[in-house]
């Protein structure tokens, strides 16, 4: 179930699964950011933004050129994670989120929040513009 808080907050919901866990029991490092590129993707898709149209039609792409990960404690097998994003900045030619994994249960209990800058490139990872309409999306969020 995808929440919105405001127009500036997305919460999407994640269970882990016994392949998300390393070793220890404990969600393996990395997969934190394919959540939140899982979120950042529902968020487009709540958006009514089609990343599949972008790409096919304008030959645009949104690759992660940046993240910065702080790990707070483990999250484990069976565990419901949200990831609560929130656009940071937004540029011409870039957006900048901070994103929080927590637990569902217990909200205040922060997995791992960090800091994602995406591009927008072309499909030839060219810099691009932000397409019109995600400029004025991104508009509403940024305060």
Known sequence: MVTATG?????????????DTDAYGHVYHSN???YF???RIEWFRHLGMDLGALREEQNIVFPVCKADLRFVAPAK????????????????ASIVYHQIARLQAKPEQ??????????????ALKPAPLPTQLC???SNFVR
């Open 77 to 92: 097998f069976d565990d419901v994670l949200e990831i609560v994003s929130r656009v940071h900045k937004a540029g011409r």
């Open 32 to 34: 934190y950011l394919n």
């Open 110 to 123: 922060i997995c791992c929040d960090g800091i994602v800058k995406i591009a927008c490139t072309t499909n």
């Open 136 to 138: 004025e999306i991104m």
């Open 7 to 19: 127009p500036e907050t997305f919460i999407w919901p994640v269970r882990i699964y016994y392949d």
């Open 37 to 39: 590129s899982h979120a």
